[in-house]
């Protein structure tokens, strides 16, 4: 993993306009999210709820009042102001592609795909990680019988917790020498990380093109 590089995250063919659209409907999916979870959990009369819901109506007002011409069925779709909110993994990968191209970073936007779903089907996981937590042994009363023994090794336990650590250091590491911010604690971090994962931070090897 590089330590250090020099970023420029210019992107000619954004206007102010465009950002600002991407980043209201982040904040309107968090609100939406955010509501709908407190009404799942403690029902739509709660003070929660009541104030998360208005802080959404809010935002949505807000938005309409920025971006005239915006339609409920646009915000519906994700659509505002011609941008269109990203899934998480395709945020995923257009970041470590503009690392890739401007940050000569180590990580492609392959790569990057892989760690997306790699950590996606551990926190929800699909059959593939969850068959990796078990084995299949003879069953002690019946020999002819097999039967599943749950059992989590240490090296199943830190893939998961190396794959997340580089993911959020490798974004750490680009903007700290983006805003040119200093490094004193970033590198308390650094060696942390290699006190108690050694050899993590190493450069990954490429995947073939």
Not at 59 to 83: C, N
Request: charged share 25%; net charge negative.
């Amino acid at each position: 993993m590089q330590r250090s590089c020099h970023l420029d995250a210019r992107q000619p063919d954004d206007e102010p306009e465009d950002l600002l659209a991407r980043g209201y409907l982040e904040e309107l999916l968090s609100a939406e999210e955010a509501k709908k979870a407190a009404g799942r959990l403690g029902g739509k009369s709660t003070s929660l709820h009541k104030k998360l819901d208005k802080t959404y109506k809010d935002l949505k007002a807000e938005i309409v009042r920025r971006f005239p011409g915006t339609t409920p069925d646009g915000l519906s779709r994700w659509m505002l102001g011609g941008q269109t909110l990203a899934k998480p993994g395709e945020a995923v990968t257009s970041m470590y592609g503009l690392l890739e191209k401007n940050a000569g970073s180590t990580v492609t936007s392959k790569m990057s795909e892989g760690i997306y779903d790699l950590l996606s089907n551990v926190t929800h996981p699909t059959l593939y990680p969850t068959r990796e937590l078990r084995a299949w042994v003879p069953s002690p009363d019946h020999p002819d019988e097999l039967v599943a023994i749950l059992h989590v090794e240490t090296d199943f336990v830190e893939r998961q917790t190396i794959a997340a650590v580089l993911a959020y250091y490798n974004a750490l590491s680009y903007v700290t020498s983006f805003f040119g911010w200093s490094t004193d604690i970033h590198n308390q971090l650094t060696e942390a990380i290699d006190r108690l994962l050694p050899g993590a931070l190493q450069p990954p090897r490429r995947a073939p093109d």
